[in-house]
């Protein structure tokens, strides 16, 4: 399942895609469009808690507003803050719970082998 956005950093709009797989229940996969696309693996719960209060530390970071859900990355080569509307993550969110409800995850290690 894949969720294009916008997000916002600075006064630059910036595409953004979440992408949900049932095969790693518990990871979103976040790619920032650009000249060279950045990947970024989130945790669905983190992003989930992320909506009611600020969670995360080191390299990754949410905090929530009314309108909006504030992604705070951090790397050896910098620094960013997203700004993504609030309706935009919750919608993410409803969609891969529907694809596996939240505490129904289950991973499949053999096929990992």
Not at 3 to 10: D, E, N, Y
Not at 71 to 97: C, N, T
Request: charged content about 20%; glycine content about 8%.
């Amino acid at each position: 399942m894949k969720t294009p956005v916008t997000a916002r950093i600075g006064w630059v709009s910036v595409p953004v895609t979440f992408e949900y797989n049932a095969s790693d229940p518990y990871a979103v996969m976040m790619t920032v469009h650009g000249e060279v696309d950045v990947i970024w693996h989130l945790g669905r719960d983190l992003l989930y808690h992320g909506l009611t209060c600020m969670v995360g530390d080191g390299d990754v970071r949410i905090t929530s507003g009314p309108m909006t859900i504030g992604i705070h990355l951090e790397s050896p080569h910098g620094k960013s803050l997203m700004l993504f509307r609030r309706h935009d993550i919750q919608r993410m969110l409803r969609d891969a719970s529907a694809e596996v409800p939240f505490g129904r995850e289950v991973l499949d290690w053999s096929a990992a082998a």
